[in-house]
């Protein structure tokens, strides 16, 4: 046998049909061009987001998250062209989408309705935009920055510095907190309580006074002080200020919080101790009890 037999043997091997898809005999050279046409795809894919990102959407001076949609969109459009092609090369026409359905109803038959309820999401999410990359969002009871939205989660930078993978499904069936959604505003409420004995006007002024000086606290709108409540012991007080960004709050309320305690014990306002008063009954005489029977 010379080089010439082999070859066509392994030519021929190539051609065995290996199973049938919508009646159409799919082949080991069929299975390697269609890989091959989705590995080339994603080649071409990721060349295509790394100029997009670095030439071409910064000239439209678009934000962060809009830049990133716009990534995702055309990425899942070139995918959908690469798989439509990769298809067609191995005799499968998908004009229609019937075959599409049937795998995705193979694919729930199989457990993947989490997936396929992800994927749904993440495509929401893109084009809704009510959750993009570079918010500060708490979901879950977690609160960070959002960094990448995949086809099955999105990932959230946490305060911490760690990185949570939160299903794309949460977002829509959950509540989800946008810090930067809409107007990025924040109020801030600090609660204090002061003494009876205090000067009422004096710990209001002097309360408005520290809001007022903290150069972090938005003029518009002005600061406010409430009495809320009459506790055991004391007035329940509360401080109203606002922030122009959600990131520097606790910053801002540390330092409020530390100028109260510093302006009350200049200006001797009492934070009072919560008071208890304890109340010791004597015990009842016991009678007696002849010995005598």
Not at 36 to 41: D, K, Q, S, V
Not at 115 to 142: H, P
Not at 198 to 207: A, E, G, I, R
Not at 247 to 257: A, C, F, K, M, P
Request: hydrophobic content about 45%; proline content about 5%; charged content about 15%.
């Amino acid at each position: 046998m010379n080089v010439w037999d082999m070859l066509r043997g392994v030519g021929n091997t190539f051609q065995i049909p290996l199973f049938s898809i919508n009646q159409t005999s799919v082949t080991v050279s069929s299975l390697i061009i269609f890989f091959g046409i989705l590995l080339g795809f994603l080649f071409v894919n990721r060349i295509l987001a790394r100029m997009m990102a670095a030439t071409v959407l910064p000239r439209f001076n678009l934000q962060q998250g809009t830049q990133f949609t716009v990534i995702r969109i055309t990425q899942y459009a070139v995918w959908f062209v690469g798989i439509f092609l990769a298809f067609q090369f191995i005799g499968i026409d998908l004009s229609s989408l019937v075959v599409i359905f049937g795998f995705l109803s193979v694919g729930i038959g199989f457990g993947f309705q989490n997936l396929t309820s992800n994927f749904i999401s993440g495509i929401i999410l893109l084009f809704e935009q009510t959750i993009r990359v570079g918010d500060r969002v708490t979901v879950a009871g977690t609160e960070g920055h959002v960094i990448e939205i995949n086809i099955r989660s999105t990932t959230i930078r946490s305060l911490n510095n760690v990185a949570i993978v939160v299903p794309n499904s949460e977002f829509i069936s959950s509540a989800v907190v946008n810090w930067l959604h809409g107007d990025p505003k924040t109020r801030l409420e600090i609660d204090v309580g002061v003494s009876y004995d205090s000067n009422l006007d004096t710990v209001m002024s002097t309360l408005l006074e520290i809001a007022k000086d903290e150069p972090d606290v938005l003029p518009e709108p002005a600061p406010d002080v409430l009495l809320l409540s009459f506790g055991d012991s004391s007035w329940n007080m509360r401080v109203r200020a606002w922030v122009a960004s959600p990131e520097g709050r606790y910053g801002v309320q540390s330092r409020i919080n530390c100028a109260i305690v510093r302006r009350f014990r200049e200006r001797d306002i009492e934070i009072p101790f919560p008071q208890r008063d304890l109340h010791i009954r004597s015990p009842l005489p016991v009678p007696l009890v002849s010995s005598e029977a």
